[in-house]
């Protein structure tokens, strides 16, 4: 069973630091591209980044381009996210998401963990 | 950027009903076009992907159409498990877009 754990999450002043991290077991993590989406309260899912297998392809939105880097590391089975300059607008539960197999990394998403909130406030 | 539409953004039905929800990309997206379901406080799950694929698991009441720039969602005989919020998301490109999302409700 495909098991995604996201941790890091809390509460951060603006302009600060977070790094979240994305546990993955179940599947061999290697293969596959990993993403991250967020949803802001009470609003729609927002893709935010993803990441290769090989880390040849990645991608970011607009919104997080140049704060935010993806970072994998396949001998872990693990997924980060580093967050800098945080603005209270990146605030939403983020959720760590399994895409799909080999070169297209940009597809669907198969599999989400249960989310880990980040809270951008002062 | 592709900017993805759903209509209705929010809809009343009853258990049994035909349910169609429609999403329209701002450019052809051929059928890269996925649908996810979400329920309150839960993650979304995959619903159908590349237009009309049905994951393993998902009951053969959805079902998916469409290419282009107009897809489908479809759920011949709503349940009450179905009360939920379903997105689409184009994978045609980067940035990866969601449409706004479509509520369903006990009528």
């Known amino acids: ?122 | 950027d592709i900017q993805m539409t759903q209509s209705p953004s929010s809809l009343s039905a009853s258990v049994g009903d035909r349910v169609t929800i429609t999403c329209r990309a701002s450019q052809s997206i051929s059928d890269k076009l996925n649908w996810y379901q979400q329920k309150p406080g839960k993650a979304p799950k995959l619903l159908i992907y590349a237009a009309s694929g049905l994951p393993s698991g998902v009951p053969s009441r959805f079902s998916g159409s469409g290419s282009g720039t107009e897809f489908t969602l479809t759920i011949s005989r709503l349940q009450p498990e179905d009360f939920a919020t379903y997105y689409c998301q184009q994978s045609y490109n980067t940035p990866l877009t969601f449409g706004g999302g479509t509520e369903v409700d006990i009528k």
């Open chain 1, 1 to 122: 069973e495909v098991q995604l754990v996201e941790s890091g999450g809390g509460l951060v002043e603006p302009g600060r630091s977070l790094r979240l991290s994305c546990a993955a077991s179940g599947f061999i993590f290697g293969d596959y591209a990993m993403h991250w989406v967020r949803q802001a309260p009470g609003k729609g899912l927002e893709w935010v980044s993803g990441i290769s297998w090989n880390n040849v392809g990645i991608g970011y939105a607009d919104s997080v381009k140049g704060r935010f880097t993806i970072v994998r590391d396949n001998a872990k089975n693990s997924l980060f996210l580093q967050m800098n300059s945080l603005k209270t607008e990146d605030t939403a539960l983020y959720y760590c998401a399994k895409g799909t197999l080999g070169s297209a990394w940009f597809s669907w998403l198969d599999s989400w963990g249960q989310g880990t909130r980040v809270t951008v406030s002062s």
